[in-house]
């Protein structure tokens, strides 16, 4: 089997060794052509997957014509670049099977990975991978456990079966919706996470936050379609357990850094950042109640600051849970 990579940062290039290890013929792609001829020379990715060595069955290019014959394609750019790539890249994805990698929302159209392909190309079956993750760990080959969602079952039990590995094991599910949802929105709560701990605001806090916010983002994709018990999987409850406790997460370095008032460097993708955006607007269109996410976003725009912020939730209407 020959499996196509679209987007040689840490997480595509994490997918990408892990398949190649199995055997599996991959092709990496990146558009920027200095760091594939970097990856070539080295063999490595050293900007985001510094010292570990990509396998001989892994080759990467800059070219999207040597995608060609390819069937199976991960597209694993960041979420804000999605619509991007399917606009200048249609032949690389057209008539493929495409599983989405990206975890967000689109800030103009207010879709996810799924429904903007789906949008592109309607009689493709929408895909996505997702889940409790970081690439660094999926690199060197540690235990992982992953969420496939695909609407045709058949599909998704070959998917299934072609991509999971020794170390990389897949569970299937038929609820895009939630499995796309849950790995967007967990990241807008990981930011709020890194927020209570570089404020110092205590351990206790940050349970709370997180609590409170596995209940809106439960809330909200129930309002869109998803059920319930994805949103309590690996895609929702374990990929926001894994992001708002561990200081691999960017989300929540980037929390922790608001947190503290500390810089932040621009270069590094916060997925959350423009998701907290983006489901704002979403909930203001659903007539939702958000404050954990609203005030993230506030946060995040600047319009607000740290006390401000905890003051106005902790001042909200006592209520049942």
């Given amino acids: 089997m020959s499996v196509a990579v679209l987007g040689a940062g840490a997480f595509g290039t994490a997918l990408a060794i892990a398949l190649a290890r199995n055997g599996t013929d991959v092709r990496l792609w990146a558009r920027d052509g200095a760091q594939v001829a970097a990856m070539q020379a080295s063999r490595q990715n050293a900007r985001h997957l510094p010292g570990i060595q990509l396998p001989k069955g892994l080759s990467v290019t800059a070219n999207i014509a040597d995608l060609a014959g390819i069937d199976t394609v991960l597209l694993a750019v960041p979420m804000q670049q999605v619509a991007r790539v399917i606009a200048v890249h249609p032949g690389a994805l057209a008539g493929r099977t495409v599983v989405a990698c990206a975890k967000g929302i689109d800030l103009t159209t207010l879709r996810g990975p799924t429904a903007l392909l789906q949008a592109a190309f309607p009689s493709d079956v929408p895909v996505i991978l997702t889940g409790p993750s970081f690439a660094a760990d999926i690199a060197r080959g540690l235990p992982t456990a992953l969420t496939l969602a695909c609407a045709d079952e058949a599909q998704g039990i070959r998917l299934q079966e072609a991509l999971s590995t020794p170390t990389l094991r897949l569970y299937r599910t038929t609820d895009v919706t939630g499995a796309e949802l849950g790995g967007a929105l967990k990241n807008v709560i990981a930011i709020g996470a890194g927020v209570v701990s570089g404020a110092g605001l205590g351990d206790s806090a940050r349970a709370a936050l997180i609590t409170r916010g596995f209940a809106e983002m439960t809330r909200l994709a129930l309002h869109l379609g998803a059920q319930a018990e994805t949103l309590a999987g690996l895609s929702g409850l374990g990929d926001l357990v894994l992001t708002c406790t561990s200081d691999q997460s960017r989300n929540f370095r980037y929390g922790r850094a608001l947190g503290q008032g500390a810089p932040w460097d621009s270069i590094i993708t916060v997925e959350g950042a423009a998701t907290a955006r983006a489901v704002t607007d979403l909930a203001v269109k659903a007539g939702i109640d958000l404050p954990v996410s609203t005030m993230v976003a506030r946060l995040v ?17 006592l209520k049942k849970e």
């Fill in 301 to 317: 725009a600047g319009q607000v600051g740290v006390p401000e912020a905890v003051a106005a939730l902790m001042s909200r209407p």
